[in-house]
Structure formats: C-alpha cells, structure tokens
C-alpha cells in the first residue's frame, strides 16, 4: 500500500447521531404507498394524487439534513401532476421543483460559508459540455421548427440538468461510509413497496391487455402519460444487483429484509415482462454470485424454476418471455423485420392479428431492427449536432430508435455523442478501485456491485433508451454519488 495515499477511514466512519432514519423513511414510504393503493383501488384518483404530491413536498422540504440523506428512497413513489401545455399535456414532477430548491439551499450555505469546494470526480465537465450541445443542437431545431416543438426535448434537458443536482448535493452532504450503508439499505427496503403494489395490482386486474406488471413506475394516476414497463424493470435490476452485492454487508434484520427484497422484486420484474432487464440481471446477478456471494447462486436455482413454471401457467407473459429467443435465434424474423417501416405499421391491428405471421411480443422486438435502420440513417443526415433530444418523431417517425448510443447519437450529434462517450469512460474509471487503498469490506462491495449495476444498464440501453427516464436518471446518479463518496474522499498521511 502506498503510505502516502491512505483511506480517510476517520472522516469515512463517523457515526451518524440520529434516530435510525431507515425506519423514519420506510414509514414515510409506507404510508404514500398504503395510500396511494386504497384510493386508486375506489377510483379516488385526485385524493391520491394530493397525498403523494403532499407527502412528497413535506418530506422534501420539511424533514431536517439528517433524513434529507435518505429521501431518494421515494424515487419510485412521487407521481406527475398532468398539466396542459398548449396542445400538449405534460407529467409536472414535484421533483422539478424540489430539487433545484435543495440546490439552490446548497449554494446559499456554501456562499454563506465562503466554501467553493467540490469534490473532484471528473464527471461534472463532459456531462455539463454534454448539455450544452444538447441545448445548442435543440435550439437550432427550435429555430427551424418552432420552439413549441421543442417543449418535451427542453424537458428532458431539465431532468438531466437536476439529476446532476443531486449528485452534488449528495457529494456534499455525504461524508461517512455509515451514510452510505443507511441510504443504500433504505433504497432496498423502500423497493419492496414498489414491487408488492405491483404484483397485487398485477393479478387483480389480470388481463390480456394487462399483463404486465405496473406498479408506480412510472406514473399511476395520469393513465394518458402512459406506464412504461420496462422503467420499472431497468429500477428492479437495478436494485436487484444492488441487493445482491451487497447482501452480505448487512446483519441482523436489514440482511432478512435484503434476502425479502430480492425475492419479491425477481418476482416483480419477470411479471414486467421487460426482457433486456431480465437478461441483465441474470447476467449481472451470475456474475456477483460468482465473485461476492456463491450462496445467492444456489438460492437462485430453486426460485427461478418456481417462477419459470408459474409464468408458463400465464400465457401473454410466457410468449413476452420466450419471444426473445426467437427474436435472436430466427434469421428470417431479422430479415422480415429489417424491410419493414416502421412508421407504417398499425399497431392496433397488430395486437390481434399479428403481422407476417408473427405474435405481437415477436413483432414489438424484432421492430427494433428497423428502428436501428432508420435511426443510422437520420443520423447520417445530421451527423453534428443532431436534431435535438426528443425530436426523433419529426425526423425519424418513432419517438426513440431503442438503443440509447443511437439516440445520443441521433439527439446531439457526433460532437455530443462523444462527449457522452468521454462522460462514460469517466463513470468507468470512479467505477474501479484502487489497490493502493486502504478500503473496508463495505466499500469493495459497494463499488463491486456499482460495477455490475454499469454492466446490467449498458445491457438495457442496447434495445432502450429508458435511462432518459427522470427516476432512472436520478437514481444512477444517487449511486455514482455515493461511489464517488466512498473512494475519492481520501486524505494525505503526514
């Protein structure tokens, strides 16, 4: 080890005075979740709205530093309010407006302190070039367009923006390893609400329309938004990797709610039917087993052949399941789909009567072939800056090409796509440990499951672009935070 670069372990370990605020945030969550299912189930659909905007706002804004450290837990639980906005209607977040405030606190107390330190990470530059060639590429097809065009590309614009708020807020606010065992363990226990919701809602209303599970990703109560899915999944893999690297980190109870939260959210993403999630997990989830916890692996076999046969008892999510290895394994299906066009196709109709002989979860996948056709072609057309985050739909006739790298590039051009690529090659390098370091069990697990979670993320974006997702968003960058807490807070030995 080099003597001269040691682990701050003192500042890293200092205890946190306060209340448990595990539980503190779990009740809070409980409670939103509890009401939140009463009222939707009696249809009081605007009651249960207030009580989650409500319960939002006072938790944001009321509860002291202490539990501030814990509130990403509710990521999963706030909900958009619908608001017109000219001839489009828009899901407000509570977190448009709330988290700016935090930071906008932040720098008030960091001006009143005359403190102009940030922890160096050497994320902060590419991502904040990024934006601005994002901003530049939508202007310029604000200009071409009309700027009432533009108005969902500005909104993903924000939530990037606000989501790299609470990476420094956090950067600030978290400074013991302690802090970091609380919020992660919070970030687990709060997802067994999500995942419960969603598997009672789930066989409640089981239908051939509904047969995947909802839950609260990523809206509930605005039915016109839309509930992706596949968000909820990529959130469940998240947590799932997250929960197995870390399994053996905890003792006592918090370990037996980890091992709860694995079982009922693995039961939770199948029921999504997001298959890209599915595979990542596994492939993340084999590969922590192998490196952090073997005993995971064996308690693995039995579950997954147990939800393997429930699932074949429910048709629609069996052949959403088994679709994909068609979707690989069939050149014919690649070839067919490769001459479609996909802005033509009625989807409607597709639903019932299939296309080219092909089921709906075959044609919904194999789509992705032409989407990836046409999104190279639209980027060769505007290979510098692009046409401007969430304008694919004008240029391309679909709203996003299924391949996040595509989008990027497609959204800002050659010139942001780098950027992106430079901002990725950073996340990469925070994601590494040093050797040379003096690091406890906690944090090698930590940073080994953080490593995974990058694998498992660049495994969905492959065939989606739901990272853009503002939960999603938030969630990454409350994780690179708290990697970036662990292994670069580190002091000089004199």
């Known amino acids: 080890m080099n003597s001269e670069q040691v682990y701050d372990s003192g500042r890293m370990n200092d205890s946190i005075k306060n209340n448990n605020p595990s539980l503190v945030i779990i009740g809070i969550s409980l409670g939103i979740a509890s009401a939140a299912f009463l009222l939707s189930w009696y249809e009081h659909y605007l009651i249960a709205a207030v009580i989650l905007l409500g319960s939002c706002f006072l938790v944001y804004t009321m509860v002291t530093q202490k539990y ?61 070039l990024f934006l601005f060639v994002a901003a530049v590429s939508l202007a310029i097809t604000g200009s071409e367009m009309g700027f009432a065009k533009i108005i969902p590309g500005v909104g993903t614009l924000y939530i990037l923006s606000i989501a790299l708020i609470v990476f420094i807020c956090l950067n600030e606010y978290v400074r013991s390893e302690n802090q970091v065992s609380d919020i992660t363990f919070v970030l687990l226990a709060s997802s067994i609400l999500v995942s419960l919701y969603g598997i009672i809602e789930y066989f409640i209303n089981l239908s051939v329309k509904h047969y995947r599970i909802r839950s609260f990703f990523v809206t509930l109560f605005w039915q016109e938004g839309g509930s992706n899915p596949n968000s909820l999944g ?26 709860i939260s694995l079982l009922i959210n693995f039961i939770a993403l199948v029921l999504t039917g997001s298959r890209s999630s599915l595979i990542a997990t596994l492939i993340g989830g084999f590969a ?29 999510a069996w052949d959403r399941l088994t679709s994909v290895i068609s979707i690989i394994s069939d050149q014919k299906v690649i070839n067919f789909f490769l001459r479609i066009d996909p802005n033509k196709l009625d989807w409607d109709r597709i639903g019932y009567f299939g296309l080219g002989g092909y089921n709906i979860d075959i044609i919904a996948g194999a789509n992705r072939f032409a989407t990836w056709v046409t999104g190279i072609k639209v980027f060769g057309d505007y290979p510098v800056l692009g046409v401007g985050f969430q304008m694919s739909k004008d240029y391309a006739g679909f ?38 370091i003096q690091i406890s069990s906690f944090t090698n697990s930590f940073s080994e499951s953080y490593r995974i979670i990058l694998l498992g993320i660049f495994i969905t974006t492959l065939t989606g672009s739901v990272m853009l997702v503002l939960k999603l968003v938030i969630l990454f960058w409350l994780l690179t935070s708290l990697q970036c807490s662990l292994h670069l807070r580190r002091t000089v030995s004199r």
Do not use: H
């Open 68 to 128: 501030l450290l814990s509130l990403c837990a509710l990521i999963p639980f706030s909900q958009p309010l619908p608001l017109a906005l000219g001839s489009k209607t828009i899901g407000f977040m509570p977190e448009y407006i709330l988290l700016p405030v935090v930071g906008l606190f932040l720098l008030m107390e960091k001006v009143r302190k005359k403190d102009t330190g940030f922890l160096r990470t050497g994320l902060l530059v590419p991502y904040a």
């Open 234 to 259: 990529t959130y469940l893999m998240i947590i799932i990797l997250l929960g197995i690297g870390m399994r053996k980190a905890y003792q006592g109870k918090r370990k037996s709610i980890i091992n």
């Open 288 to 316: 922590l087993g192998v490196r952090r916890d073997k005993r995971i692996l064996l308690a693995a076999i039995p579950l997954i052949g147990g939800i393997t046969y429930v699932i074949s008892t429910i048709p629609r």
């Open 399 to 436: 709203e996003t090409a299924e391949n996040l790298w595509l989008d990027i590039g497609i959204m800002t051009g050659a010139i942001g796509l780098s950027l992106f690529l430079w901002w990725t090659s950073r996340v990469v390098k925070i994601s590494r440990t040093n050797k040379e």
